[in-house]
């Protein structure tokens, strides 16, 4: 209710509306931040704040996985099993040559070309860096999404040897290696069980990890300077 009430005051361009949807934003951050510290959190050392970004070469997400579990992830999960050895290649994926045959072609989905245009001229801005340049008292744009920043980047898993999995935002990902971008923002929804583990162990004994582990992007923002 609150959301379609918010969607509708946005779709208006109601100033309450726009100042209620900036509360909303820090109340739901906070909500999903002590969310993942109490189911997950707590049990570990290693920050897993789920709005926290890490900066990955669009080139080493090879792979999705091959089940989405839930159609939304905003807390950030650590689940043990083999959910992280079921996966699919990401560029065999229908998405991707989707997109791909749009950019050759320079025809079909005009969002799609509209995105990729906006990419190769300006680079790979993160969603919060868009929503500055986008939302504005008087802006048309009628949707929730550009207000609600990094909650809105590309979505990833991390396998327990440290392989970083597709999860969501399937089009930017797809552009961003078209494009051979060096380096994007994604969010970590969910990592395996050992991954996080040896998070823990790059805070308390970085020595017994081997230097593939601790130049890892989820692994290199907890090592002390």
Not at 30 to 52: C, I, L, S, V
Not at 95 to 122: A, C, H, M, P, W
Not at 170 to 187: N, Q, T, W, Y
Request: proline share 3%; glycine share 6%; aromatic share 12%.
């Amino acid at each position: 209710m609150i959301k379609r009430r918010l969607k509708s005051g946005v779709k208006e361009n109601k100033a309450s509306a726009l100042f209620l949807l900036q509360i909303y934003k820090h109340i739901f951050r906070f909500y999903y931040r002590f969310k993942t510290w109490w189911m997950y959190g707590r049990r570990y050392e290693a920050d897993m704040d789920p709005f926290n970004l890490i900066w990955v070469n669009p080139a080493e997400i090879e792979n999705k996985l091959e089940k989405k579990e839930r159609k939304y992830f905003f807390a950030s999960h650590v689940r043990g099993g083999d959910w992280d050895l079921k996966t699919d290649d990401f560029e065999n994926s229908g998405q991707f040559r989707r997109v791909k045959k749009v950019v050759e072609d320079g025809d079909g989905d005009e969002k799609t070309r509209e995105l990729y245009n906006s990419i190769r001229k300006n680079g790979y801005k993160t969603q919060e860096e868009l929503s500055k340049e986008t939302v504005t008292a008087t802006s048309k744009d009628t949707t929730i999404d550009p207000y609600l920043g990094e909650i809105n980047e590309i979505m990833v898993c991390i396998g327990r040897e440290g392989d970083i999995l597709f999860r969501d935002g399937g089009h930017r990902l797809s552009i961003a290696k078209i494009l051979d971008i060096e380096s994007i923002p994604v969010r970590v929804v969910k990592r395996h069980r050992k991954w996080q583990e040896k998070r823990d162990r790059a805070i308390n004994n970085p020595e017994s990890l081997d230097d593939r582990y601790l130049r890892h992007p989820d692994i290199k923002p907890l090592l002390k300077d």
